[in-house]
Structures are given as C-alpha cells and as structure tokens.
C-alpha cells in the first residue's frame, strides 16, 4: 500500500466514497480489485487503512479497516509569505514547502510581483498540496490562505513568535538561525512567519511597514536567490531548528539543558 489516496470530505465512520482523480487513479492506473486494500487520509492528521467494497465507472465505495493517528508536522508552525514566481516555478515552490513541512502558504501581493494570485492558479496550487502530501506521507495539508498586501500580512499574521523578512543588508542568516535555535530551546518559540519578496525585492514602504509592525530583516547571503530558493532555504532552516533539538535529544538521551547551550 504504497500509494495513498485523499478524501477531501473527513472521513468519520466506517465507509467511505473515492471521487474524481482519485478514484480514476485507482480504477485506471493502479487497475484495483474488490477486495484489496488501499491507504486514505483526509486531512485530519490520520492514515486509514480501507478495503475497496464496490466499485463503479468513476467511483469506489470502501470499508474503513483502521484508523490511526499519524503526526508528521514539525513542532513549530512555519507560515511563508511569498510574491508567487511565474509559471512551473509556483508549482515546485508549493510542492517542496509541503515536504519541508511548512503550515501555511500565504500568496503576496507586492509592489513588484511578476505573477498576480488568481483563484484559478491558487486552486491549482492546492493540488499540488495534496499530491505532494501524498508521497512525503503528510497528515495534514499545508493550508493555501487568501491573497494578502504585504502590509497586511506583516499585521494580520496570527501571532508568531518570531517574524522574520528577507532582505539585503538585514541580520545575517547564520545569525537568526542561533537566535531562533537558542530561543527554541528555551521554549520562547512556538511558530514562525517568514516574507519572502519578489524578483525585485521588497519597496521600500514595504519594508516600513515591516519594521513598524516588529519584523526582524534577515540576509540571506551574497548570492541573490530565486523567490523560490529563498522560500525553501529558509523553510529547511526554520524546520532543522526543530529536527535539531529532538533528534539531538532522542538519540543521545541528552536533557534539556545540554540541547540549550
């Protein structure tokens, strides 16, 4: 049961209907019998284990087997704020934030942005959230928020502990990565915002407005990096402050004190 398939409506009983691309995947591709078992998840932080019942010409009925809880999500909550690149390029952007583990995805609408958040491309970007989900074996979906200004992100964030804008010329990034790590371990952050600007950066009343509302400036180094390298880069960082600290801890049995110096 390698492939897992997605329910956009919870699952809370003990059947359940396969619809649309998922079923056809089924029915098509994979060519599944009644009878044999496939792996569901609806979102909810759970994997299903279910065995197909019926089957019609585009569509599966299935008695739900098991039920399990399987939490995959880092411990801190990462929201990116992004200016969308062009094309093929939001694609691959959407899709590795979901494997970085990312909580949410909140498409900026900037001074300077090459690509304008539609609902039609937000709605393809939420497909790609669940078949990302799908093979890097999420519970859950990275959430796709409504289109936000800048300015309106950096107020209406829902309270992160660190809020973090990348700029030139701001804190270095090896730098934030100790700060957020020492304040990590010692239980002062519990989520993380991230800005991340276009081809063309950030104006400079944006930048304003990022700093009136206490937004730390960070450099991601000499290089200019795409809009999606950016994102990712520091997506990886923000998820390593985690995976550091418990793999570190799990692995050595070290306690709490040794994981803060």
Excluded at 91 to 100: R, S
Excluded at 186 to 213: C, K, Q, R, T
Aim: aromatic letters at 4%; hydrophobic letters at 45%.
């Amino acid at each position: 049961m390698a492939d897992r398939y997605f329910l956009e409506t919870p699952i809370a009983g003990e059947h359940a209907t396969l619809q649309g691309s998922q079923a056809h995947h089924l029915l098509h591709v994979m060519r599944v019998k009644v009878g044999d078992a496939v792996m569901l998840f609806d979102g909810s932080g759970a994997e299903l284990t279910a065995r197909v019942q019926s089957m019609g010409r585009n569509s599966l009925e299935l008695a739900v087997l098991a039920r399990k809880v399987v939490d995959r999500e880092l411990a801190v909550a990462i929201t990116i704020g992004v200016a969308l690149p062009k094309g093929d390029r939001q694609k691959w952007l959407v899709e590795k934030l979901t494997e970085l583990g990312a909580a949410r995805l909140v498409p900026l609408e900037t001074h300077r942005g090459v690509a304008q958040p539609l609902s039609s491309a937000i709605d393809r970007l939420h497909r790609t959230v669940i078949e990302a989900s799908k093979q890097c074996r999420r519970n859950r979906l990275m959430k796709i928020a409504a289109p936000q200004t800048l300015e309106q992100f950096v107020t209406d964030v829902e309270s992160p502990s660190a809020r973090l804008i990348a700029h030139p010329g701001g804190e270095a990034m090896l730098a934030s990565f100790d700060r957020l790590r020492r304040d990590y371990a010692n239980g002062d952050v519990h989520s993380i915002a991230i800005a991340i600007g276009p081809e063309g950066g950030f104006a400079d009343e944006e930048l304003a407005a990022a700093a009136a509302a206490g937004w730390t400036s960070i450099d991601l180094g000499a290089r200019i990096l795409r809009v999606e390298t950016a994102a990712v880069a520091w997506a990886s960082i923000a998820g390593l402050l985690t995976a550091r600290s418990h793999q570190l801890k799990d692995h050595f049995n070290l306690s709490d004190d040794v994981i803060r110096q």
